[in-house]
């Protein structure tokens, strides 16, 4: 057993919760690897499990996404070998470390022309990007010239999803809380971009669509802008539920979505799109393919010491942050 340090939780609550612990990592088992960190990824759902909205089993390490080298292989595992440069997004969560045995599933090679501090920036915000621009579709699909709502475009996720739909020729509507927010986001991609500060979003996106509504809302905002996506939409259209970051949407009355439009609502996750090995692959191949060919560029804005990770989340939680934010280990 080698001694590695993690970021570690004993109780859910606020950044004081974290502490750098030592702990035991042993070698890979059946369908596992151990892979050496040389940057972690920090999202907005690190503070969710952080402070217990989402609940996890107790003491734990946090994190989600990673890059780096690997150091070892369990039997089974055919898809990566060691000295490989790999990079993953996924279940179960511990990513704050140096090192780590996890399952070989959702982990994949790193192109050479991707950096780890870009690999582990871009995992679970390009992944989502991609779920929600290919696979998560309103009737009759998308196609180049769509208008589409999407909030917190200058965040992670955002900026990402910004530049994904340019190069799909959609004409995204963006939302931020600031004109310099707004200004990232029409720069990379979005055609045009609401401060949702000054401004009453659902009139503007009225506005801009002449009326008609968009066919799609991606909304990880969650209490703050449920309604007022709702009343974005054009008739049949999409409401995709992915986040929380302003509080959980509270029970909604379906009956909404009737007087409304005959509206769809999904609440997707991430994970559910990963479960595979087949499928994780197919989605990080695409992923790639849009970074590599310069389409997508992976905008890593904050960086910090693994010690530094309670400034970290509370630079993120207050969404001061822009782009993508990594732990350097």
């Not at 042993?26 to 972690?40: K, M």
């Not at 582990?120 to 180049?144: C, N």
């Not at 509504?213 to 939409?233: H, I, M, P, Q, R």
Request: proline share 4%; charged share 20%; net charge neutral.
């Amino acid at each position: 057993m080698a001694t590695e340090t993690a970021v570690r939780i004993h109780q859910a609550g606020g950044v004081e919760q974290m502490k750098l612990e030592q702990v035991e990592v042993g070698e890979p088992g059946a369908g596992e690897i151990r892979i050496r960190h040389h940057a972690c990824g920090l999202n907005y759902i690190d503070i969710y499990h952080r402070s217990g909205v989402y609940p996890l089993q107790l003491p734990q390490t946090l994190g989600m996404e990673g890059a780096g080298v690997i150091e070892a292989v369990g039997e089974g595992v055919t898809h990566l070998r060691v000295g490989d440069r790999a990079a993953y997004a996924s279940q179960p969560i511990g990513a704050y470390c140096t090192a780590r045995v996890m399952p070989a599933r959702s982990v994949v090679r790193l192109p050479d022309e991707i950096s780890f501090e870009t690999g582990a920036a871009m995992m679970l915000k390009g992944l989502t990007a991609q779920y929600l621009l290919r696979r998560t579709l309103p009737q009759g699909g998308l196609q180049a010239g769509d208008q589409v709502l999407f909030h917190a475009a200058a965040g992670g996720v955002g900026l990402i999803a910004c530049q994904w739909a340019r190069a799909l020729g959609l004409q995204m509507i963006a939302t931020a809380g600031s004109d310099e927010k707004c200004a990232l986001a029409v720069e990379n991609g979005a055609a045009v971009a609401i401060n949702y500060r000054k401004e009453k979003f659902p009139e503007r996106v009225r506005e801009i669509t002449q009326g008609r509504g968009v066919k799609v809302v991606y909304d990880s905002v969650g209490a703050d802008t449920f309604e007022g996506s709702l009343d974005c939409l054009s008739p049949f259209g999409l409401m995709v539920s992915f986040g929380n970051a302003s509080g959980v949407v509270p029970p909604v009355n379906t009956g909404l979505l009737a007087a409304k439009g005959s509206l769809y609502l999904t609440r997707p996750t991430l994970f559910t799109h990963l479960a595979s090995r087949e499928a994780s692959q197919a989605m990080a191949d695409d992923l790639f393919a849009m970074v590599v060919s310069g389409k997508v560029k992976i905008h890593v804005s904050q960086r910090y010491a693994l010690a530094e990770v309670a400034q970290a989340h509370r630079e993120l939680e207050a969404r001061t942050t822009v782009g993508s934010g990594v732990l350097l280990v």
